[in-house]
């Protein structure tokens, strides 16, 4: 069966000092994951973590800063792929030398339906 997007849910993250892509990243999944509830997998009989497909893109500065990896092992449930793309903010106190990051989250639902 093909795999049709369900949801589409965003979410912005940040991490104000410190410059941690990943935390930031982390956040903004979390707020995209705050903004659903995925009632429909129980009324489809859909068991969330076999047949629910979870594909999340992360936005920011410097994408090769963040840990794919805790991404993808953040998310409660499903079949996980995550990416990174160049995307984001990142506003730089250059008197202070800190760098705030600031993380887009895209986390795309399928589930394979006639």
Not at 34 to 44: D, F, I, V
Not at 93 to 99: F, K, M
């Given at each position: 069966?093909?795999?049709?997007?369900?949801?589409?849910?965003?979410?912005?993250?940040n991490d104000?000092?410190?410059?941690?892509?990943?935390?930031?990243?982390?956040r903004?999944?979390q707020?995209?994951?705050?903004?659903?509830?995925?009632?429909?997998?129980?009324?489809?009989?859909?068991?969330?973590?076999?047949?629910?497909?979870?594909?999340?893109?992360?936005?920011?500065?410097?994408?090769?800063k963040?840990d794919i990896?805790?991404?993808?092992?953040?998310?409660?449930?499903?079949?996980?792929?995550?990416?990174?793309?160049?995307?984001?903010?990142?506003?730089?106190?250059?008197e202070?030398g800190?760098?705030?990051v600031?993380?887009n989250?895209?986390?795309?639902?399928?589930?394979?339906?006639?």
């Amino acid at each position: 069966m093909p795999r049709k997007r369900v949801i589409l849910e965003l979410g912005t993250g940040n991490d104000l000092h410190g410059g941690d892509y990943t935390k930031a990243a982390l956040r903004a999944v979390q707020d995209a994951l705050h903004h659903s509830s995925l009632a429909m997998l129980r009324s489809l009989g859909v068991d969330p973590k076999t047949g629910m497909f979870v594909e999340v893109t992360i936005g920011v500065q410097q994408p090769e800063k963040v840990d794919i990896e805790a991404v993808r092992k953040s998310l409660p449930y499903g079949v996980v792929t995550a990416k990174a793309v160049k995307g984001g903010l990142d506003v730089i106190d250059r008197e202070r030398g800190d760098n705030a990051v600031i993380a887009n989250a895209a986390v795309a639902v399928r589930l394979e339906l006639p």
